[in-house]
Nanobody
Framework: QVQLVESGEGLVQPGGSLRLSCAAS????????MLWYRQAPGKERIVVAV???????NYADSIKGRFTISRNDAKNTVYLQMNSLKPGDTAVYYC??????????????WGQGTQVTVSS
């Protein structure tokens, strides 16, 4: 079984910054991609950032230029650096790791979710 533990939640004023972390309980090898999703109240969960095994990144238009996804394989951790935060970024953020092989019967795992609130 793989556990993904998220941290970095918080309340921040518009224009502020936060960094989310997602630490895996296993070495992040055999990874297809690592993603951050978010789900705002009453809305569907959507992908906001992805980093692939070759470190290619892609971002949702709504956060492009403000958020940066990165990974530290030595710490088995993926990060989401969020700058210039807006009230519209308020959501629960989830990390998702997709493996190229089955791990305990599953190809993907989810973090528990972490609340980000942007408000003055």
């Amino acid at each position: 079984q793989v556990q993904l533990v998220e941290s970095g939640e918080g309340l921040v004023q518009p224009g502020g910054s936060l960094r989310l972390s997602c630490a895996a309980s296993v070495r992040i090898i055999s990874i297809a991609a690592m993603l951050w999703y978010r789900q705002a109240p009453g809305k569907e969960r959507i992908v906001v950032a992805v980093i692939t095994s070759d470190d290619s990144t892609n971002y949702a238009d709504s956060i492009k230029g403000r958020f940066t996804i990165s990974r530290n394989d030595a710490k088995n951790t993926v990060y989401l650096q969020m700058n210039s935060l807006k009230p519209g970024d308020t959501a629960v953020y989830y990390c998702n790791v997709q493996f190229t092989i089955l791990i305990a019967g599953k190809y993907e795992y989810w973090g528990q979710g972490t609340q980000v609130t942007v408000s003055s």
